[in-house]
Nanobody
Framework: QVQLVESGGGLVQAGGSLRLSCAAS????????MAWFRQAPGQDRELVAI????????YYADSVKGRFTISRDNAKNTVSLQMNSLKPEDTAVYYC????????????WGQGTQVTVSS
């Protein structure tokens, strides 16, 4: 069973950048599909980006496409989210998540890290 710990959140002005990191332990990291989700106050949690296990295939929500980049380092058991051109509407708690390739749902979650973008 994998454990996930996010870091890198904070307060940034609109137009700025942040890089989130997620460190995984307790499992075979390369066997997991990894993703970032976010949840703003009063809103449902939404998928931000997904990255495949080893080929690095990615998917992005339309709202972040062209601004955010997900990447992973299987040797270091980490997944990152580079966020550029941040907007106030990107303000949310960001969560790292993992699922086995055979699983339908993301079963493993980090505790979340707050990202606040001021206008």
């Amino acid at each position: 069973q994998v454990q996930l710990v996010e870091s890198g959140g904070g307060l940034v002005q609109a137009g700025g950048s942040l890089r989130l990191s997620c460190a995984a332990s307790g499992g075979t990291f390369s066997s997991y599909v990894m993703a970032w989700f976010r949840q703003a106050p009063g809103q449902d949690r939404e998928l931000v980006a997904i990255i495949s296990r080893s080929l690095g295939n990615t998917y992005y929500a339309d709202s972040v496409k062209g601004r955010f980049t997900i990447s992973r380092d299987n040797a270091k058991n980490t997944v990152s989210l580079q966020m550029n051109s941040l907007k106030p509407e990107d303000t949310a708690v960001y969560y790292c998540a993992a699922r086995k390739s055979s699983a339908a749902n993301f079963d493993y979650w980090g505790q979340g890290t707050q990202v606040t973008v001021s206008s």
